[in-house]
């Protein structure tokens, strides 16, 4: 096989057999990783694709579950620099990753193709070929290999299914000359109340421009948006898309998304989230997660110790995620900030874009990063974390009252299952969109705003913590907990609206399957394309 083989399932003839191929960015790939093992865990073959630069990624990543027997990662040689390897380390390791898959087509025709040669050199006695391609929406080129070998690719999309709802309408607004944004209407902020200010999608509330999509901004570069364009046009062609979401959480959109005015080939959408590890819809704190590197364990005790000092529903927690680097201004004001507050926190603090490596590695650098004197007069106030932090445990903890982030769309998902506010300071992608609906329709969340030089300044933080601490964020929690019952029940309900589509969604796999018994080895043959990827379809729910 070409690929390079890290962990091999146990396989049968009998078993259907389904290949997942995720963007090579965080976000993305631990998702996809969680909807593989619940499909192998409901007895199907997965085979799990990893871009080379992103396996240090995914051996960091074992500490959210151990993968399922039937699961095995396969890696693909890339394009990516060898000092790019490893975690994202900003931005740049988005266009990296971008470039990269650009070099993974040959490498991925080559492993559809020994996946089924292999399986029809041995009668099909000890593996199945792959029936489906579940890829990242971010892939499409996916879509030409799927129907090169007569199969059908499903799309993933990470994130909400309103997000999913203005990439379809994407073209449409490209013909409309509305995309990608001018710069005098696209960053004016004063006119933030004007009719030019706003995009219009069915079924979404208006849109604000600078709330739209980096990769539309004025400022982006042509060939992300030919990428972001081409994207968006080849949603028709999948035979279906599974989205990273719950029903109570994306109900209008998703009902948009059944409009043939935004999806006119009514390419079925499913909801199959929020896909977390199960530890994250028990109603108790854990101690399952514990790292096994020594120096990762001490943290986490020293953490959980501090916030058991505390009071309940008083600490704030600040965490960007894993590539949003805010810059030393930002971490300034957002430090003076929480220092205003007079707000208990814990505050996970990488080093800015300008450096280059992930976390602080001495007491004297993180010092670097922070005002004169901060360290020493918020000692007892504050926590700052410069390695791991348990975030599923910070998030469980009593004492935690809320979630400051950037809005990325796990990060999302992980406070909305432990029925936690947000305050949102959302940096790019999907994040200000993201923000915007947790704010505006979902009420759970507050928004730090940012001023025209795009930094959140110290008493705008300071201000959108008040509010949250205050009887805004007690109506503002009532809700996130509302919403936690809800992600649970449709995740660990049988009858939940996303344990439902998953399993329509096998089940669906499973009449391919029988239809394939009944065809010939050779109608896999790369030299018999076929428009079944297109083709192919089950009703929305």
């Known amino acids: 096989m070409a690929a390079d083989q ?66 095995r990662i396969v890696t693909l040689p890339d394009a990516v620099p060898p000092g790019e390897h490893g975690v994202d380390e900003g931005t740049d390791s988005v266009t990296w990753s971008i470039t990269g898959t650009q070099k993974m087509v040959d490498p991925f025709k080559i492993l559809i193709s020994d996946l089924i040669q292999s399986t029809n050199s041995d009668g099909g006695s000890s593996s199945s070929p792959p029936l489906g391609i579940i890829s990242d929406y971010a892939l499409s080129w996916t879509q030409d290999v799927a129907d090169e070998f007569s199969i059908p690719r ?113 390419v079925s959408v499913r909801t199959v989230g929020p896909l977390l590890p199960r530890v994250f819809f028990d109603n108790h704190t854990f101690s399952s997660c514990s790292p096994q590197d020594g120096t990762l364990e001490a943290s986490q005790s020293r953490c959980l110790h501090w916030l058991d000092t505390q009071r309940t529903s008083s600490v704030i927690y600040i965490s960007f995620g894993s590539i949003v680097l805010p810059s030393f201004a930002q971490i300034h004001e957002l430090a003076l900030g929480l220092e205003a507050s007079k707000q208990p926190f814990v505050w996970v603090l990488r080093q800015p874009s300008s450096t280059a490596s992930r976390y602080c590695s001495s007491p004297e650098q993180l010092s670097s990063l922070l005002p004169e004197g901060f360290q020493l007069r918020t000692e007892k106030q504050g926590l700052i974390l410069s390695v791991w932090a348990p975030q599923l445990l910070i998030l469980s903890h009593p004492s935690t009252a809320a ?42 969340a507050a928004e730090i705003p940012k001023g025209d030089d795009g930094l959140a300044r110290r008493d705008a933080v300071s201000n959108a913590v008040t509010l949250v601490m205050g009887s805004a964020g ?46 010939s080895p050779a109608s896999h043959s790369s030299s018999s394309p076929s428009s079944s990827s297109s083709s192919s379809s089950w009703s929305s729910s």
């Not at 000359?177 to 933030?192: F, I, T």
């Not at 109340?193 to 995009?199: A, F, G, L, M, N």
């Not at 969109?433 to 329709?441: A, G, I, K, W």
Request: proline share 6%; aromatic share 8%.
């Open 403 to 444: 979630f400051l982030t950037h809005c990325g769309w796990n990060s999302t998902l992980e406070s909305v299952t432990r029925g936690l506010p947000m305050l949102g300071m959302p940096f790019f992608a999907d994040q200000m969109m993201n923000c915007r609906m947790l704010v505006d329709q979902l009420q759970i």
């Open 154 to 266: 499903y799309i993933f999309f990470p994130s909400a299914a309103s997000g999913l709802l203005f990439m379809f309408y994407v073209p449409t607004l490209v013909a409309k000359g509305q995309l990608p944004l001018s710069p005098s209407l696209g960053d004016d902020r004063e006119a933030a109340t004007k009719e030019e200010s706003y995009i219009y999608v069915p079924g979404l509330p208006p849109v604000r421009k600078r709330d739209v999509s980096s990769a539309w901004q004025a400022t982006s570069q042509q060939w992300l948006q030919r990428f972001s364009l081409r994207n968006a046009e080849r949603l028709h062609e999948a035979a279906g898309i599974l989205v990273n979401s719950f029903c109570a959480l994306d109900a209008d959109a998703i009902i948009a998304l059944r409009s043939s005015l935004v999806n006119p080939k009514m």
């Open 474 to 519: 007690e109506a503002m929690r009532q809700r996130a907990k509302e919403l936690r019952d809800a992600a649970k029940q449709a995740v660990m309900d049988e009858h939940g609206c996303s344990h439902n589509n998953l399993t329509t969604f096998v089940d669906e796999i499973r009449k391919h399957a029988i239809y394939h018994a009944q065809l």
């Open 6 to 71: 890290l962990t091999r399932p146990k396989t049968s003839s009998n078993a259907i057999h389904l290949v997942l191929f995720p963007f090579p960015a965080q976000g993305h790939m631990i998702p996809l990783m969680q909807l593989g093992n619940v499909l192998a865990f409901k007895g199907l073959i997965i085979t799990f694709v990893c871009a080379e630069h992103r396996v240090p990624l995914m051996q960091e990543a074992e500490y959210r579950g151990q993968y399922h027997p039937n699961l």
